[in-house]
Structures are given as structure tokens and as C-alpha cells.
């Protein structure tokens, strides 16, 4: 148990639809990302939230779009995806942002399919 | 640009040592990690480095030279449940996280 839940787990839907992927982290953390991580390729980092404000957005298309209600809990909301968005995608929370060793903890995923 | 070069897969022999390397080039540093990815798992943290030289963590072991702007991770006694992808990642002048690939380490008995 890494303390970070991710909800779905496997989302499959059409370019049309809207969904939305939950993350919620259960250590005490101030700091939440959204991370997309595709075969064979670097993870890419999406959103960065400190404090329930989003500090920030590494040129992520609009049809992604989070939330972050509280310090504990962190949305993707998705709408009209592309098949390229196909993918995993990976939550992960830090004690805060800055240096020292503050390493991330993940959850476990959602792994989405664009049909 | 940015950048975290590692190979992309490697294979050793149970029981044996692999060093798996990592080189980067990035706008400032802030400290390297190293982390371990199951297939169809997430991503567990291993080890921090931020000045030069060698922590050991039981059979892990990761190295840092800043100077080179290079790391080592060293796998010691290798075990079948080793069998996965290595990432290393380096924290830039921004305190983002640039990731590599990852290296996809196969375990033989």
C-alpha cells in the first residue's frame, strides 16, 4: 500500500465522452501531481498542485482539465480525447515541493484507452 | 533542452551485480532519484542523491557524479523479483522532476 489510490484503475472510452480519473492520497501530503506516462517513453509531467493551488501546467492540451478540492484529493477531468491520449496515467503526491529528498509517492494508475 | 539518457534494456544473471547508468543534462540540479516500476505497477522511490558519491542502501547502492553529470545504480545479489524498469529522474533549477525512459532489467535464473 503506497498510501496514493487512483480510481478507475482501466477507463476505456470514446473521443466523445467525458470522464473523469480520482486520486486521493492518504499521507499527510501538500503536494499532488498528474503524471502520463506512454510505452517506451519518459513520464511526462501534466499538473503540479501545492496547497490545493495549481502551480504548474506543463502545456497540457485543454481537454484535460484538473482539480484539486482539497490537499488530499486530485481530479482529471477528460473530454473529447484523442486516441494518442491513450495511456497510463499516474498520480503521485510529495510531503512538499522544493528540494531535499521529498521523493513522490505513486498510485497505481489508471490505464485509459481512446476509442 | 533537457535530457536523461539510460539504456533501454538490460539482462543479467541471478545472483550476480548489474550497474545500470544514467547520464543528464538539464538546467540546474537538485538532486537525482532513482525509482523501481513493476510491470503494471507504480513506481516505488530507491534513492536520493545530491552531492557526489556512493549511498548504500542494503543490496542498492546509487552513485553521483555532479561534475559528469552522471549516476550508477548497482543491484547487488540479484534476485528474480529484481526484474523490472529503473528510472532515474533529476530534480532541475524549476524543483521539477525530468525523467528518463527507464531501463527494463531482466532477471535470468
Known amino acids: 500500500e503506497t498510501g496514493v489510490t487512483q480510481t478507475p484503475r482501466h477507463l476505456v472510452m470514446g473521443m466523445t465522452n467525458k470522464k473523469s480519473l480520482k486520486c486521493e492520497q492518504h499521507l499527510g501530503h501538500n503536494a499532488m501531481y498528474w503524471y502520463k506516462q506512454s510505452a517506451k517513453k519518459p513520464l511526462e509531467l501534466m499538473f503540479v498542485y501545492s496547497l490545493e493551488e495549481r502551480v504548474e501546467n506543463n502545456s497540457v492540451p485543454s481537454r484535460f482539465s484538473p482539480e484539486c478540492p482539497n490537499s488530499s484529493h486530485l481530479f482529471l477531468h477528460l473530454h473529447t480525447l484523442q486516441p494518442e491520449d491513450s495511456a497510463l496515467y499516474l498520480c503521485a503526491s510529495s510531503q512538499d515541493l522544493g528540494g531535499g529528498s521529498y521523493e513522490q509517492y505513486f498510485g497505481p494508475g489508471t490505464r485509459l484507452t481512446v476509442t | 533542452g533537457q535530457n536523461i539518457d539510460q539504456p533501454t534494456e538490460m539482462t543479467a544473471t541471478e545472483g550476480a551485480i548489474v550497474q545500470i547508468n544514467c547520464t543528464y543534462q538539464t538546467s540546474g540540479f537538485n538532486g537525482l532519484f532513482w525509482y523501481q516500476q513493476h510491470a503494471g505497477e507504480a513506481p516505488t522511490f530507491l534513492s536520493y542523491?545530491?552531492l557526489d558519491g556512493l549511498e548504500e542502501k542494503g543490496r542498492f547502492s546509487s552513485f553521483l557524479s555532479r561534475s559528469k553529470g552522471y549516476s550508477y545504480l548497482l543491484l547487488k545479489e540479484l534476485q528474480m523479483k529484481d526484474s523490472a524498469s529503473y528510472l532515474c529522474?533529476?530534480?532541475?533549477?524549476?524543483?521539477?522532476?525530468?525523467w528518463g525512459a527507464g531501463t527494463k532489467l531482466i532477471i535470468k535464473p
Open positions: 529522474a533529476v530534480r532541475d533549477s524549476n524543483y521539477q522532476l525530468i
Open positions: 542523491n545530491v
